[in-house]
């Protein structure tokens, strides 16, 4: 498949110092997926499909202010990267806006807005002495 059959919905580099984007790290997002690209010579590509996104968060550092980046933290339903951030993108609240666009739009093609939420367990150990207080 040629480079020019994708539609990027956005794209962008990760920002270096003073925001410019000096970086062998690549984020693509398309109608269905958000792609994480890197390298120069040796090339890796991590998927996450936007149907399993559980919870995002903006991340705004000082410095990355100061030049108008800041960092998406993406909570993912996935083996392979249960959390992926993106880091140092420009424009990070536009960028959010239109991934949370793109969640929505799939949850429904997937029917997954109930799922979504729906978890087995608390994540706490339990011990069957009887006291519910035990930790």
């Not at 792609?35 to 991340?59: A, F, H």
Request: aromatic share 12%.
């Amino acid at each position: 498949m040629a480079k020019s059959e994708f539609s990027y919905l956005w794209r962008d580099r990760k920002r270096t110092i003073f925001g410019l984007p000096w970086s062998f790290t690549t984020y693509f997002l398309t109608d269905t997926k958000f792609v994480t690209r890197k390298g120069l010579l040796n090339l890796s590509e991590d998927e996450l499909d936007l149907y399993k996104v559980t919870d995002k968060k903006l991340v705004l550092p000082f410095w990355q202010r100061i030049v108008g980046c800041g960092t998406i933290v993406i909570y993912v339903r996935d083996t392979d990267t249960p959390t992926k951030e993106v880091r140092c993108v420009k424009e990070p609240r536009k960028v959010l806006a239109l991934l949370d666009k793109q969640i929505d739009v799939q949850r429904d093609r997937w029917n997954t807005r109930g799922r979504d939420m729906y978890m087995i367990g608390d994540g706490h150990d339990h011990c069957d002495c009887g006291d519910h207080d035990c930790q």
